[in-house]
């Protein structure tokens, strides 16, 4: 059976243990209607459209 010659530090096994719980940045397309940046299958925080169709209406500053 395989054992490990010398011991691991506590840092090194962090380092690498971390690599599998990195959080990825979504994946942000274009808006279909106003072109602003957004999450993909999501109402459009901007102009409040999905799918071509509006969802609810977002108030003008």
């Known amino acids: 059976m395989a054992v ?10 962090d380092m690498r ?5 990195k959080i990825t940045a ?3 397309g274009p ?12 109402v459009c ?3 409040g459209h999905y799918k071509g169709r509006e969802v609810f209406a977002v108030a003008q500053d």
């Not at 490990?4 to 096994?13: C, D, G, W, Y």
């Not at 808006?31 to 999501?42: A, D, I, Q, T």
């Open 4 to 13: 490990p010659k010398k011991r691991m530090s506590s840092s090194r096994r």
């Open 17 to 21: 243990r971390a690599n599998h719980d």
């Open 26 to 28: 979504p994946n942000l």
């Open 31 to 42: 808006c279909s209607n106003c072109g602003e940046l957004m999450v993909s299958h999501r």
């Open 45 to 47: 925080p901007a102009c």
